[in-house]
Nanobody, 126 residues
Framework: QLQLVESGGGLVQPGGSLRLSCATS????????VGWFRQAPGKEREAVSC????????NYADSVKGRFTMSRDVAKNTVYLQMNSLRPEDTAVYYC???????????????????WGQGTLVTVSS
C-alpha cells in the first residue's frame, strides 16, 4: 500500500524558513516521481515543485523559484521541501504526491499524480 505522510508545517514569520518532509512507504522513490503542491483557503490546488523518478530533474513554480528547494533521500524514502524567505502568500496546506515513473516536466500538473498525502499546514504571518 503506497503511503505518503507530510510533516514539518507550522507557523513562521515572513522571511523565515521551514523544511517540509514527505515520508513514503510501500514503494521505491527510484520508480516514482514526487511533487509538492499547495492549496490556500478559497483557491485551487497548485503545483509547487517536483523531482523525477531518476532524481535527475527538478522543477519549480515561478512563484517559489529561488526560494524553495526540493530534494530526496532514497535510502530514507523521504522527500523534502526546504522553504526560505517565506511570504504570507505561501500560506497553504502543502501536499506531496507520487507519480509512477514521473518525469517532472517543466510545466507541472496535478493530474498524473495518483497517490497523495494528507497535507501539512504552513502559515506565514507576523
Amino acid at each position: 500500500q503506497l503511503q505518503l505522510v507530510e510533516s514539518g508545517g507550522g507557523l513562521v514569520q515572513p522571511g523565515g524558513s521551514l523544511r517540509l518532509s514527505c515520508a513514503t512507504s510501500g514503494f521505491s522513490l527510484g520508480y516514482y516521481g514526487v511533487g509538492w503542491f499547495r492549496q490556500a483557503p478559497g483557491k485551487e490546488r497548485e503545483a509547487v515543485s517536483c523531482i523525477s523518478s531518476s532524481g535527475g530533474s527538478t522543477n519549480y513554480a515561478d512563484s517559489v523559484k529561488g526560494r524553495f528547494t526540493m530534494s530526496r533521500d532514497v535510502a530514507k524514502n523521504t522527500v523534502y521541501l526546504q522553504m526560505n524567505s517565506l511570504r504570507p502568500e505561501d500560506t497553504a496546506v502543502y501536499y506531496c504526491a507520487a507519480e509512477y515513473l514521473g518525469g517532472c516536466p517543466r510545466s507541472i500538473t496535478l493530474q498524473p499524480f495518483n497517490y497523495w498525502g494528507q497535507g501539512t499546514l504552513v502559515t506565514v504571518s507576523s
